[in-house]
């Protein structure tokens, strides 16, 4: 158990549909980060935040969007869904201190299902 | 962002010892060599990180010559249970270049 909490872990929807996909970093963690992970794809950075700012920017869709939480939680919403949307979606978080090193703490997972 | 290339898949059997090994030519001063292991459907999970010469864990060793432009995750003694695909991450925490998962090498050990 990483400590990083993903809901839902399953979710199906449909094109054209909207969903908010929710993380919890582990206890102490400023940084969430979001991950997309299909098939085809592999695992694709999408978008850092640190301490409820926007650090850092991936292949982030215009159609996705995340904030972060005065909580520290982070949601992941994405809108006019698309069939190549379906996919696994991670979130991650980690101390991110001043130092250049560090890890990632992976949670399950959101697999999204777009029919 | 340091480029890594990676072998796309590796065969052993049990027991036996695995490098594998990441090139990373255009590696910056401040960048580290993290690796990570990831089962089907499961995030991955941090194995080793290491900035030159060799780092050793409970679980694997990192070998980075001088030059940087190369590193080696060995894996002693592997068993069934580390099937799963292996990255090499080079970058810099502080500057969020640390975060670009290649593709990756699949591992695929046997009986």
């Known amino acids: 158990d990483s400590g990083v909490t993903q809901t839902p872990k399953h979710l199906i929807t449909a094109t054209g549909q909207r969903v908010t996909l929710r993380c919890s970093p582990r206890?102490?963690?400023?940084?969430v980060y979001w991950y997309q992970q299909s098939l085809d794809q592999g695992l694709q950075f999408l978008i850092q935040?640190?301490?409820?700012?926007?650090?850092a920017k991936g292949n982030i869709l215009e159609r996705f969007s995340a904030q972060q939480f005065p909580d520290l939680h982070s949601e992941l919403n994405l809108s006019s869904l698309e069939l190549g949307d379906s996919a696994l979606y991670f979130c991650a978080s980690s101390v991110e201190g001043q130092g250049r090193t560090g890890e990632l703490f992976f949670g399950e997972g959101s697999r999204l299902t777009v029919l | 962002l340091a480029k890594t290339t990676q072998p796309i898949s590796m065969d052993s059997y049990e027991g036996q010892e695995v490098n594998i090994t990441c090139s990373h030519n255009n590696i910056a001063t401040n960048d580290y060599i993290t690796w990570y292991q990831q089962f089907p459907s499961q995030g991955p999970r941090f194995i080793i990180q290491g900035y030159k010469t060799k780092v050793t864990n409970e679980v694997a060793s990192l070998f980075i010559p001088a030059d940087r432009k190369s590193s080696t995750l060995s894996l002693p003694r592997v068993s069934l249970s580390d099937t799963a695909v292996y990255y090499c991450?080079?970058?810099?925490?502080?500057?969020?270049?640390?975060?670009?998962f290649g593709k990756g090498t699949t591992l695929s050990v046997s009986s």
């Open positions: 935040y640190y301490n409820g700012e926007e650090r």
């Open positions: 206890s102490g963690d400023l940084s």
């Open positions: 991450l080079v970058g810099d925490m502080k500057a969020g270049t640390a975060l670009i």
